[in-house]
């Protein structure tokens, strides 16, 4: 048996086109109720504010009614009080005598704005010059003191010099350090002329005063030996 060589033209069906075409719509209708449903965007919230009624302040009282001027003269009236004079008596004219009196004469100096004539003071005499104290040769040689024994042991020179203040009677009333080679011989020195110095004192004319004397000491170790 053979096969056909050549196959046989398909026929058009119209009843199949009509079954397919049915099945298509009622797969689109079935997926557009089946899917969800989307609704459109709501309406936007808008932010509405409303005006709180505040209470007004209450009106400030009135002030309070000043009194006029005649209403306060009224209420406060002011007294007057008027305090009677006595009369003053008047003597008569023939109660008064009149008698002339010398007066006494003006004893002493006059007071008043006549200053008189100008008397100059006589210049005062010229201050006489003063002759500053010296030393009393009866004393000479107690002014040097004793050589200090530390600066003896040491084989040490000295000089001293002090400024002394010497009274009316002659002595030492106070000494005063201005150099010195060391304490040794200033001790030295301040012990000698508070005990044993002695000065004719400083004089202004013819009489004597307290005045100051500048004295210099040399401590040698030839002269100690």
């Known amino acids: 048996m053979y096969a056909d060589r050549y196959p046989q033209p398909t026929r058009f069906n119209p009843g199949g086109l009509t079954a397919a075409v049915a099945i ?34 209450p009106p400030p009282e009135p002030p309070a009614p000043q009194p006029k001027p005649h209403e306060m003269t009224a ?27 010398e007066s006494p004469p003006v004893t002493g100096s006059i007071v008043g704005n006549d ?4 008397v100059e003071a006589p210049p005062a005499p010229p201050l006489l010059p003063l002759i500053g104290p010296q030393v009393d040769p009866r004393y000479a040689d107690a002014f040097q003191p004793e050589y200090p024994a530390a600066e003896r042991r040491a084989n040490r020179d ?9 009274g009316v009677d002659g002595r030492v009333k106070q000494i005063e350090r201005v150099t010195a080679t060391s304490d040794d011989f200033w001790k030295a020195t301040q012990q000698r002329a ?10 202004r004319g013819s009489v004597p005063e307290e005045a100051w004397r500048t004295m210099t000491l040399t401590f040698r170790m030839e002269d100690a030996d």
């Open 194 to 203: 508070l005990r044993s110095w002695r000065f004719k004192p400083a004089t």
């Open 158 to 166: 000295g000089r001293v010099t002090v400024r002394v203040l010497v």
């Open 24 to 57: 298509n719509v009622a797969l689109v209708a079935a997926l557009m109720f089946a899917g969800p449903k989307i609704l459109p965007d709501g309406p936007e919230h808008v932010l509405t504010t409303t005006n709180i009624p505040v209470d007004e302040p």
């Open 115 to 118: 200053p008189g004539p100008l």
């Open 75 to 101: 209420s406060r009236p002011m007294e007057q009080i008027t305090a009677p004079v006595p009369p003053i008596p008047i003597p008569s004219t023939s109660d008064f005598t009149t008698s002339v009196t």
